[in-house]
């Protein structure tokens, strides 16, 4: 039986940036504080936290004063800064500059729209690290849409600027933009839509598909958490109906399908080039038929 690893599979390199940052700074000092999961990814969040990471919850901030602090690659809104400025915590911000630049461009439209009473729409997850970021540029007034039933919410009569979390998928964001032209062309209205999805996701779309058909079986490695996870395990369903999401061995049913003769190993943006291994090194050990 032959397993593989997808090489294209593991963490982007906003993820990359950011644990790399940690372990610098983890090398110089005894600890550091990390608001919030680092990753998606529990075993890889367990494994910085022997090394020295420890992780808060946004609850816990304002009660830290005059220490180090990472802010991952999700990014944070304006009020998180100004939490730390108060409380004179030094921050290491290991933001993607993809999100920077979102959160930048949302910041403006924002900015420059408020006057024509244009909605900041995110399509997106909502409460998601990212998204909470993106709706803290806008004041707080972003409109946040899962899917078409959210559109309800909106008022069609007036403009909307509609932007994606960078980890959804294109498919669905066309479905969402055209819903919305098609509502608000009805009265009158204008739509802007900024194609805000980040490449480095989009194209593992079509890579993960193409691996996905290539093998009998397919092990998808990511965190319960991961929403890029969700997106590109579907993608491996869809292409191949033997694809098994699991987030470590544990998962793992004792015995293999049947007919099984070529294993893929594949994983989202947010999972360890270790964990896809150790996956790997199980599978190889199971007996076949
Ligand atoms: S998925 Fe893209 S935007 Fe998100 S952290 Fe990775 S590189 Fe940055």
Redesign the pocket.
């Known amino acids: 039986m032959e397993v593989e690893i997808d090489e294209d599979s593991g963490f ?4 990359v940036r950011a644990i790399e940052d940690a372990e610098r700074e983890l090398k110089q000092r005894r600890g550091l504080y990390c608001l919030g999961d680092i990753v998606h990814n529990n075993l890889e969040v367990r494994r910085l936290a022997q090394l020295g990471l420890v992780t808060i919850t946004h609850e816990k901030l304002s009660l830290l004063h005059d220490t180090k602090i990472l802010f991952r ?2 990014g944070e809104p304006p009020e998180t800064y100004e939490i730390a400025r108060r409380n004179h915590l030094t921050v290491v911000d290991a933001t ?4 920077l630049r979102l959160q930048r461009q949302i910041r403006q439209c924002y900015d420059t729209s408020r006057e024509k009473k244009t909605q900041v729409v995110i399509y997106g997850e909502k409460g998601h690290a ?1 998204v909470n970021g993106l709706v803290g540029q806008t004041c707080g007034d972003a409109i946040v849409v899962e899917k078409e039933s959210d559109l309800d919410r909106l008022d069609y009569h007036r403009d909307v600027a509609l932007f994606a979390q ?2 959804k998928s294109e498919e669905g964001f066309c479905r969402i933009a055209q819903e919305i032209e098609r509502r608000t062309r009805l009265f009158g209205a204008q739509l802007i839509s900024y194609d805000s999805i ?1 490449r ?2 989009s194209k593992r779309l079509t890579q993960v598909r193409a691996f996905a058909v290539s093998h009998d079986a397919i092990y998808f490695v990511a965190g319960e958490k991961s929403s ?1 996870g969700r997106v590109l395990f579907e993608e491996c369903l869809s292409a191949n109906p033997r694809s098994f999401f699991v987030s470590g061995v544990k998962d793992i049913a004792p015995e293999l399908p049947s007919g099984v003769r070529r294993i893929g190993i594949c994983g989202a ?1 947010s999972t360890p080039k270790w964990l896809m291994e150790e996956v790997a090194s199980y599978l190889r050990e199971l007996p076949g038929e």
């Open positions: 982007c390199f906003g993820v690659a999700h993607c500059p993809v999100v990212e960078t980890t980040c480095q996701v890029n943006t």
